[in-house]
């Protein structure tokens, strides 16, 4: 290669690297989850009969909402993640990126979905919703992590509402639906984020982030809220056969996930080990979609 080619390849090649760390800004494989959930809410509250043009405008401003509020967390944790070793090559903490940039960029994209929600859809409330997600998950949620274990209940409220989203950008209404979706999401995030907490316990220790599992250090309180909510989850999933939203195909579904999740949080309270806390997680990552996809394939 010759070294004009050289030269030209250099700035090619750090602006690809520029770019990726945008896109790691935006946290894409948790929106990508996040608007499956949407997806969700929107399908079901349309019954099937959903309007292809509201399903797209309200995946594109949710994804630059939410997109939006994973780069601003990264701001406002940039130096807990450079204390911590699965986060410490990050854009923010690595230096590749300067804060004024993460603040610029997650500004923008969140302003700007707010806002296309808002244009592009004919009721308002969706955009009210996804404005609530976005202020209680960047500016309450991520500064309590510093300051009291209670943060994951409080970080489960804005977790727990982008199906109200998407429900609530088809019927222009939080009722009972969309009640139930967020009741599901709520309880199912507690056991799924104590566990990555406790996997990652000491990099949160030495980052400061008073997660359950760092103050609980025998696991006691943990094991039992992981058990809690699980038992809770159980008849909290079955609200929509009660309810005449779902048949039982969904119904049976429901119980044998509820069960098998509830099992791997029993089996964290007998060993309150890293490997028994990842087959929490890894149940947790099965048992959100696939009780949505029944839902979905079931619901009436």
């Not at 699965?86 to 940039?101: D, H, V, Y």
Request: glycine fraction near 10%; include cysteine.
């Amino acid at each position: 290669m010759s070294a004009g080619a050289t030269i030209l390849a250099k700035p090619e090649s750090a602006l690809r690297v520029r770019l990726a760390d945008y896109v790691t800004l935006t946290k894409p494989r948790m929106g990508m989850m996040i608007l499956f959930t949407v997806a969700a809410g929107a399908w079901l509250a349309g019954q099937g009969g959903l309007n292809p043009s509201v399903m797209f405008h309200t995946l594109l401003g949710t994804a630059l909402v939410v997109a939006g509020a994973s780069a601003l967390n990264q701001v406002l944790e940039r130096s807990s993640d450079a204390l911590m070793a699965r986060t410490e090559n990050r854009p923010l903490p690595s230096g590749r990126l300067a804060p004024a940039e993460g603040w610029i960029f997650g500004l923008v994209l969140a302003i700007v979905g707010l806002g296309y929600l808002t244009l592009t859809l004919h009721n308002r409330l969706a955009a009210l919703v996804a404005a609530v997600a976005f202020v209680s998950y960047v500016f309450v949620y991520t500064p309590l992590k510093k300051i009291t274990s209670l943060n994951t209940l409080v970080g489960a409220v804005p977790g727990a509402l982008p199906p109200v989203i998407g429900w609530t950008a088809v019927t222009g209404a939080f009722d009972a639906g969309a009640a139930v979706l967020f009741l599901i999401l709520f309880l199912w995030q507690v056991p799924h984020f104590l566990a990555i907490a406790r996997i990652y316990r000491d990099d949160y220790a030495r980052a400061g982030l008073h997660m359950l599992p760092v103050v609980d250090r025998n696991g006691d309180m943990t094991s039992r809220q992981m058990v809690s909510y699980c038992l809770v989850l159980i008849p909290a999933s079955l609200l929509p056969v009660l309810m005449g939203q779902a048949g039982i195909l969904y119904l049976l579904g429901a119980l044998f996930l509820g069960v098998g999740f509830l099992g791997a949080a029993v089996g964290f309270l007998r060993e309150r080990s890293v490997q028994r806390a990842r087959r929490v997680l890894k149940f947790s990552l099965v048992y959100l979609p696939a009780l949505l996809a029944l839902l979905l394939i079931n619901g009436t």
